[in-house]
């Protein structure tokens, strides 16, 4: 029997011949993860002897990482906003920087319903109607579901003070999508819909959102080929946004002035060489609307706010 000591040093030497950057961390994570156990565990015990069926998987495992596959799609799972989510090659794997749109989504969410005497959702003029959120492009329903989940343990209860629409024009991703929001018991107050963008009928009969929020495709099309091979397993729809990058988001905006409430406020992320252009895009689509550019926490471009003009020079 082989010890974990000597399968991770073989894997790791596999791993960085075959290209991978991180070819240590993606051995232990992956044997961790065949043997079912944590990875600190698996760094602590080295002499352990692995079983012949662990190391048969193990090294399936190590061939497709091997040939680029990520770690994520192979073990089935990607934590993000310190949940778990089912990822596979139905939906792009979400990302550590998404997570400022799900930050900023909160606190827009809970700064509404603090605005709302009484009774969360028992605003003026509202008649108690939910704040009703979506996220366009929801792909495995990371926005979507992580915000739900934040939100219940804030005590907001979904449906009646908040509700979601999570569209994708992939119906893979969607059903990969309702998949993660039932398995964190955050269905409730969701509704998944396919849709180029948004449904051309918004639900409830037409009425706009108070927050849009939109992790889109922004990849230039003649960047996707430098991506790293990891990106090339992920449905390409979900990373090209054309020439500039650009196409699907100027298609989002060309829709906010109808699905877009009173007071409301777009989020959507963009590419960190984003920072000029894409305001510069609110400004040739909508005219009067203000776009701001937000920092990640590394200080590079990462969300656009958009919001009517008129409604932020009025306070
Ligand atoms: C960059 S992925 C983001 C997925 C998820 N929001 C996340 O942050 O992990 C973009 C998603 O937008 C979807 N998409 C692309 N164009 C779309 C369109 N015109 N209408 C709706 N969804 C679209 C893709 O299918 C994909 O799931």
Redesign the pocket.
């Known amino acids: 029997m082989v010890t974990i000591r000597e399968t991770l040093t073989a894997a790791t030497e596999r791993l960085r011949e075959s290209g991978s950057e991180s070819a240590r961390l993606d051995a232990e994570v992956l044997l961790a993860w065949v043997v079912g156990v944590d990875r600190a565990t698996v760094v602590a015990y080295p002499e352990a002897p692995i079983g012949s069926d662990q190391a048969a998987r193990f090294a399936s495992a190590l061939d497709r990482r091997a040939a680029g596959e990520p770690v994520a799609y192979i073990r089935e799972l990607k934590e993000?906003h310190g949940l778990a989510f089912g990822v596979d090659r139905r939906?792009?794997?979400?990302?550590p920087e998404?997570e400022a749109?799900v930050d900023a989504a909160i606190g827009e969410v809970m700064h509404r319903l603090a605005e709302r005497p009484g009774e969360a959702g028992a605003g003026p003029g509202r008649g108690g109607d939910p704040v009703r959120v979506a996220?366009?492009?929801?792909?495995?329903?990371?926005?979507a579901v992580a915000l739900a989940v934040a939100l219940r343990s804030r005590r907001v209860t979904m449906g009646r003070n908040v509700t979601i629409l999570a569209?994708?024009?992939?119906a893979d991703?969607l059903d990969l999508a309702r998949e993660n929001a039932v398995g964190h018991g955050a269905a409730d107050g969701m509704r998944f819909v396919e849709?180029?963008?948004l449904p051309v009928v918004l639900p409830d009969n037409g009425a706009p959102f108070d927050l849009i929020l939109?992790?889109?495709?922004?990849v230039r099309t003649d960047a996707i080929e430098g991506l790293p091979i990891a990106a090339s397993f992920e449905?390409r729809?979900?990373?090209d946004g054309g020439p500039d990058g650009l196409d699907?988001i100027r298609?989002l905006l060309e829709r906010l002035p109808t699905a877009l409430g009173q007071g409301g406020a777009a989020l959507l992320?963009i590419g960190a060489d984003q920072g000029e252009a894409t305001p510069a895009a609110v400004a040739a689509a909508l005219p009067g609307w203000r776009a701001t550019v937000e920092p990640d926490l590394a200080g590079l471009p990462r969300v656009l706010r958009v919001e009517r003009g008129d409604e932020v020079a009025g306070g």
């Open positions: 993000f939906a792009l794997i979400p990302r998404t749109i996220d366009v492009g929801t792909g495995s329903g990371a926005i569209t994708d024009a992939s991703a849709a180029d963008l939109a992790n889109l495709p922004y449905p729809a979900a990373l699907v298609a992320e």
